[in-house]
């Protein structure tokens, strides 16, 4: 169910960055779980990165060193830092989140959670 709302997608050149913000109702006191997935043209959906039960954040190795992922709990609201980004970036990126306790495992497995936002759109050009 769409519990949550991505912001900060857009369109930039290879090397540029954006930062992708996730708020709404989805994300509460409760919230254990906490990913940010993303979906190419013709491809599945993949996990980009991940804040566990524990509160350790886990990235894609695609993506590591060039994305943060944050959250300030006092406003409900994720962040995604993308840096350096490359054409291969290029997706809808989506935040999710999930009251159960989750590992760096199941953290990345997108049937594992039950709010989601609609998306946000990242264009990367060469």
């Known amino acids: 169910q769409e519990q949550l709302m991505e912001s900060g997608g857009g369109s930039v050149q290879a090397g540029g960055s954006l930062r992708l913000t996730c708020v709404g109702p989805g994300f509460t006191y409760r919230t254990q779980c906490m990913a940010w997935f993303r979906q190419a043209p013709g491809k599945e959906r993949e996990g980009v990165a991940v804040?566990?039960?524990?509160?350790?954040?886990k990235y894609a190795d695609s993506v590591k060193d060039r994305f943060t992922f944050s959250k300030d709990s006092a406003k409900y609201t994720l962040y995604l830092q993308m840096n350096s980004l490359k054409p291969e970036d290029t997706a809808v990126y989506y935040c999710a989140t999930d009251s159960r306790f989750c590992t760096a495992v199941n953290g990345f497995t997108e049937s594992y959670y039950v709010d989601w936002g609609r998306g946000t759109q990242v264009t990367v050009s060469s």
């Open positions: 804040i566990d039960g524990g509160g350790a954040t």
